[in-house]
């Protein structure tokens, strides 16, 4: 599988794209007016305890106050190998914080929407290949290490050199990009986090809350850290000076890709290759158009995303349940895809079309699992359930794609329907009926939008005429280009 990373770089925001065989699957944008905070740590004040909530507020000097739950102020229990949603007792909130009490806190999520960010006491510092926590003391592995061998290799190596320097007071998490590294390589990153951790301790003692102590790298050195994988065929970037920031940043940390890091000065725009625009804008659809004429419909809502399969145009070659059984198989391929390309998290329901067979069920499951696997979000998937669903968690720390570009509609205020103009005539009637009924005039004049009037002048101009003689009143019109359909008054003559 070839892989490459676009980095598009302007003074307004920074774009990154990984695109694998020629087709996107991921799009990051961080934006200079609205930079993400995930990963930054802050020296915050407690400005409300909620023991209903086992929960406080926290000030860490954003326009919104950010949360912190009970669980996530206890230093975790888990060793890194072992899953971590283990039920676990939770100490009443009131005994682990009180109001105005300074807090080291780290965000885990972004504000999104009308929600503030949420914290966590359990400090982590990631670098190229190790996460040091400088609250616990073991040492944990990624999962997705798979091989044993490399597993007690890794972990071997890291307690190791731990023990050697027992000035350092904390723990590691292995990361999947540390498979097959050199220990020169590790030792190397056990000593720059232990650098930056002793220089973000002098910091807290230095500053008074609420104060940012430590930010997490820009968006396009973070790509290199996190993004970059021994399949990855090239990074170009369109920007010299980024290029140049980044070329330092892999000489010291990944110099294996030195190589792979290029310059793109070309005219064209860098996301023109491989129409990473058009699939940008795509993303930002309801609709998914599959490659045998069926669709996938993408709903994205405050409590979940819903996904519903059809078979559109989609007609088969055989029976009605093959027929169905390939375009699940191909709407789970393209599924994947699109969770991570829209970053959609929380909640998401996928509802495949009605499968009979068990096999068949079976197969389309695992085919969603499978594509899964390379999705860098933690994911979580049940099975069909009985009701021929399938429900699966993804986890969310920012913005959706559609989040960052978009904002709710005005018009519809963001309910994705309009009143028809029909109906809108209708509610004009009905309040001239009402205004009749209270004030005393001798002529209204209803102020709506060209269509509405328009269909007041033709279609509803004999139920118009009716009201007329009914209310023994004359009813004029006038056209007011910047009403929305829904929009109109009824003014008093």
Known sequence: MSEEILINVTPVETRV?????????????????????????????VVRVLPGMEAAFVDIGLERAAFIHASDVVPSQSNGDEPSDAPKTVPDIRTLLREGQSL??????????????????????????????PGVSHVGISQRIEDENERVRLKTLVEEAAAEDPEVQGGYIIRTAAEAASPEDLIGDMKYLHRLSVSIKERIARVQAPSVVYQDLPLFIRTIRDLIRPQTEKIRIDSRESHQRVMEFVQEFVTEFADKVEYYPGERPIFDLYSVEDEIQKALSRKVQLKSGGYVIIDQTEAMTTIDINTGAFVGHRNLEETIFKTNLEAARAISRQLRLRNLGGIIIIDFIDMEDSEHQRQVHRMLEKMLERDHAKTKITGVSELGLVEMTRKRTTESLGQVLCEPCPVCDGRGFLKTTETVCYEIFREILRVNRAYDAESYLVMASQSVVDRLLDEESDNVADLETFISKTIRFQVEPFYSQEQYDVVLL
């Open 17 to 45: 794209a990984l695109v694998e065989n020629g087709m996107l699957q991921e799009a990051y944008i961080e934006r200079t007016s609205r930079k993400g905070i995930v990963g930054n740590i802050y020296k915050g004040k």
């Open 104 to 133: 080291v806190v780290q965000v885990t999520k972004d504000p999104i929407g009308t929600k503030g960010a949420r914290l966590t006491t359990q400090l982590s510092i990631p670098s190229r290949y190790l996460v040091f926590m």
